[in-house]
């Protein structure tokens, strides 16, 4: 019988002698690789990640002791330890194990995730509450955990929770988990004093004498604290100029082998003993254990691709049969966006491209490989991303800022005080607006259109095709003020490529007309109100469909003249339906006076889970079917009486 199979709670791993615990962490490896070839998820991170997991499970008392994961992308390992090893096969699917921590999922979950740079934060705030408690409490005795990894300790979330906690002095232990990578290679001068605390040879020296001492170190009692206190010493006289977590208030203890499972025990047992913040730095490898994502955990780090792909690159797997061979795949939003960025930069100097430690996922890579010096890495930061943009507008520049639309919520005051208040010509990429499947309510872009559309100043467009996309990039570009663009995940529809052409803002389009309903889209649910369309034929009637391109400014004028006299408008967005475009046309129809029963079709309130995007699409009933399931429903209502959930008259 496996071991794995043998734990149902994680306090098992406290018996296991050191032979099991080196089979068990192989057995969790296995597990993982085998299920992310099926399901796709962030394989390399929590490879890494093994014996810091078996370490906190063994020292801590979890569900009662708390263990934190920041992003929470890292954490497979503690979903396995903790009761969810026979399910673990459905990561990622609907219905299944979601790809970050989930309190709906296990006690021993301590927050729902996703985000980075949320762990330490999470974790100061148990320990405030924790220390509120009366001192005669056993709750006090709570022992609290975060692992952090090297790219979202530098995050700004992060550095106010380590300056806030530097302060407070709440007793809790931060795994700094240095892997050397965010998802590309780490950025920012943090990174570059971790790296040289590593490296250096005056370190090595200091580490060998911590971890040789730290086996003396007592469960409990004072002489941790005066061994804690000579390590400390002994770190910051060889490391005088590297003292950062030091000179904030946390003490330092690194860096260790965080492969070496023994060590790990032992340095935060320790940690525990110190009643203040305790940082302990451990080295990992990113991918650990499993040689293809070793040698390219960037593509292992969030492995969303068909099982296929990941075989291809493996070179323990047999090679593929012909016929099973890639399909051909049309071009990405993504793709067509940096495409037409490049096109454009190429003739104008200004233009500059920001990224917020995502230079692959965004495409942006392909502009840094062409103007490497027009081209900004800030890490995972993108509140100073989208303010840093305001200063290069200021500055006369043409900044770029391209972010996934759900990572983007954390610059939104940039957005509103920065960029909308002074009025400067922002381009702000909203990739992967819409629904993004597998990594669940997290990271589905759907909040982000309903936030934008009360900002003064910011216009916001989406097109229906890649090559509309094209379009909006040079008419963004052209635009003296600031302009944020949504665009999917998704493949485009495979048209050629062409040079984009500017558009006049706040127009719209009409794409096919009939008499009897409206259906009025914004961004590429278009093609759907297409099929739609052509659907309701069969039932004898006819529809026109309209590209609306600009949510705002919304084509007032041609919506109204297309909605009046029809049996219904159907608006469309993949979105979250409270504030998004359609209440935008509904506010407009209402104030031509034109009172058509509407029926909105866009995200329900509330998250949306993690599954494919198809089957979510299906679920929200934003996919073809469902949509034409909707306008079926609305025009069987009878005109007078009920009102239709999403109707107003
Ligand atoms: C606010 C935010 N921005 C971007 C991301 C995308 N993202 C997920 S993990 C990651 C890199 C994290 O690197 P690190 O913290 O070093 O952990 P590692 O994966 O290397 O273990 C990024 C940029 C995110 N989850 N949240």
New binding site residues.
Partial sequence: MALLDTIDDPRHVREMSPDQLEALAAELRDKMVRTVKQTGGHLA?SL??VEIALALHRVMDSPRDRIVW??G??AYAHKLLTGRADRFDTLRQVGGIGGFPRRGESEHDVFDG????TGVSIAVGLAAARDLKPKADPARRQRIAVC?????IG?GLTMEALNHLGHVKHPLLIVL?D?E???SP?VGGLSTRLNKMRLSRAYQETKSATVRALPRVPIVGKPAFSLLAWAKESFKRSWAKVGFFEDIGITYIGVLDGHDLDELEQAFEAAFQIPAPVLVHVKTI?GRGYAPAEQDSMSF?GASLPPIDLCVIDPTEEPLPPETAPKHKPKSFTQTFVEELVRLAEADARICAIT???PTGTGLQRFCDRFPSRFVDVG?A?QHAVTMATGMGLAGLRPVVALYST?AQ?AFDGLVHDVAQNDVPVLLALDRSGLVGEDGTSHQGMFMLPAMRALPNVVIGSPKDEQELRDLVVTALGHPGPMALLYPRDAGEDLPDRIGSALEIGRGEVLRAGGDILLVGFGPIVQRLMAVAAELEGDGLSATVVNARWAKPLDEELIAEHAAGKRLVVTAEESSAMGGFGDGVLDALNRAGIHVPLTKVALAEGFVHHGAVDDLRAQQRIDAPGILAQVREALAVPAKGRRSKVSAA
Wanted: no cysteine; hydrophobic share 35%.
């Fill in positions: 991170s890494g990640a920041d992003t992308h890292q996703g985000h980075a740079g952090v990894g090297d790219a979202a995050s988990n892997n990578m965010s998802i780490s990113k780090h917020a430690g995502m995972i993108e990572f954390r």
